[in-house]
Nanobody, 124 residues
Framework: QVHLVESGGGSVQPGGSLRLSCEAV???????VGWFRQAPGKGREPVSC????????YYADSVQGRFTISRDSTGTAVYLQMNNLKPEDTAVYYC??????????????????WGQGTQVTVSS
C-alpha cells in the first residue's frame, strides 16, 4: 500500500503560480506519478505524468507550456509547478501512482493509489 499526500494548493490571482507536491509516506515513487484534477461539476481529467525512469512526461494540451512536472533526487516526491494560472485551472488536484513501471507517459495510464487532493483556486 502506498500512501500519497498532496500539498501546495491555495488561492491565487490569474497569472500567479503554485507548486504542488506529491509525497509518498514510507515509500518511494519509483513507478511514476500522474497528476489529475477535478473541477466542480466536471469529471476528473489527466493533467500531467512523469515516467518511472528517464525523461518521459505528458501534459494535457490545456496546461502545456505552463505546468512542469519533476521529481526530487530522493525519489520520494514529485512536483507540479504551475505558472500563469487561469481561472479554468480551478480544481481539486490529485496525484496518483501505481504498482507497475510507467515507461512512457500518456493520458490513458491507470493508477492504483491516489492521494486525497489539494484545492487550487484561481480567481481575481
Amino acid at each position: 500500500q502506498v500512501h500519497l499526500v498532496e500539498s501546495g494548493g491555495g488561492s491565487v490571482q490569474p497569472g500567479g503560480s503554485l507548486r504542488l507536491s506529491c509525497e509518498a509516506v514510507g515509500s518511494r515513487l519509483e513507478y511514476g506519478v500522474g497528476w489529475f484534477r477535478q473541477a466542480p461539476g466536471k469529471g476528473r481529467e489527466p493533467v500531467s505524468c512523469i515516467a518511472s525512469y528517464g525523461d518521459s512526461t505528458y501534459y494535457a494540451d490545456s496546461v502545456q507550456g505552463r505546468f512542469t512536472i519533476s521529481r526530487d533526487s530522493t525519489g520520494t516526491a514529485v512536483y507540479l509547478q504551475m505558472n500563469n494560472l487561469k481561472p479554468e485551472d480551478t480544481a481539486v488536484y490529485y496525484c496518483a501512482t501505481r504498482n507497475v513501471i510507467i515507461k512512457n507517459c500518456d493520458a490513458h495510464i491507470e493508477y492504483d493509489y491516489w492521494g486525497q487532493g489539494t484545492q487550487v483556486t484561481v480567481s481575481s
